[in-house]
C-alpha cells in the first residue's frame, strides 16, 4: 500500500491513461468517434485513441491491453461476414524488434481477444507468418510506407492453407503492412483473409 502511494507521488499516472482505466469497452467507444474505415474501431486522432495504442505498443499496460482485446472483440463480432472457425493471426514483429521491446504487443492483443470469445469460434494461431526485420513505418513518408514492405512476410502453407483468417494489428495508417500480409496468406493458400485494427 505504501509504495503504492510513494510510486503514485514520485511516478503519476498520465490523466488519459487514468481515463482509459475507469473506462468500459462500450463508454469509450462511445466517447471516441468511431473510425470512417469498417475494419478499424476508433478513429487514431483522438487524444485518448493515441493513449491506448502507447499503452498497448510501448508500456505493456495490461489494462489498455484488455481494453483493445474487448474493443476489438465486439468489433469482429459486429462486423466479421466471412466463415467460421476462423484462425486469428497477430501481425509479427521482427525477432529484432521482440528482443528490443520484450513483447509482442500484437500478439498480447490478439490473446485478449481470445480471452472474450467464449463461442469459441476464433482461433489464435501465433508463429504462422514470418517477417524480416525492416526500419520501422513510421519513421518513412508515406510514398516510401507503401513499398517498403514488399516481400517482409512470408506465411507457412502448412498452418494456413484452406483456411480462413483474420490479421489483428494495432494500427492502419497507410494500409501497407496488412496488404502485404494478406498477399502472403493468400499466396499460402489461405481461402479467405480479412483484417481488423484497432484504430486508423
Not at 2 to 25: D, G, Y
Not at 94 to 117: E, N, V, W
Amino acid at each position: 500500500m505504501i509504495k503504492k502511494i510513494v510510486s503514485s507521488i514520485l511516478f503519476p499516472k498520465n490523466p488519459l491513461i487514468q481515463t482509459l482505466e475507469a473506462l468500459t469497452p462500450q463508454k469509450l467507444r462511445s466517447s471516441i468517434p468511431p473510425s470512417p474505415h469498417q475494419n478499424a474501431v476508433l478513429t487514431y486522432q483522438h487524444p485518448l485513441t493515441k493513449a491506448l495504442i502507447r499503452g498497448i505498443k510501448f508500456t505493456h499496460h495490461s489494462p489498455s491491453i484488455a481494453l483493445g482485446g474487448a474493443l476489438l472483440h465486439l468489433h469482429i463480432c459486429t462486423h466479421y461476414k466471412g466463415e467460421y472457425p476462423v484462425l486469428l493471426i497477430p501481425v509479427p514483429q521482427s525477432l529484432k524488434r521482440r528482443l528490443q521491446r520484450g513483447y509482442d504487443h500484437t500478439l498480447l492483443l490478439a490473446k485478449a481477444i481470445i480471452a472474450h470469445d467464449h463461442s469459441r469460434h476464433l482461433r489464435l494461431l501465433c508463429h504462422a507468418v514470418h517477417r524480416t526485420h525492416r526500419p520501422p513505418q513510421s519513421t518513412k513518408k508515406r510514398a516510401d510506407r507503401l513499398t517498403s514492405l514488399t516481400h517482409s512476410f512470408m506465411a507457412h502453407s502448412a498452418v494456413v492453407k484452406n483456411t480462413h483468417i483474420i490479421i489483428i494489428d494495432d494500427v492502419c495508417t497507410t494500409g501497407a503492412t496488412i496488404a502485404e500480409m494478406k498477399r502472403a496468406l493468400r499466396e499460402a493458400g489461405a481461402l479467405s483473409v480479412t483484417a481488423f485494427t484497432l484504430a486508423h
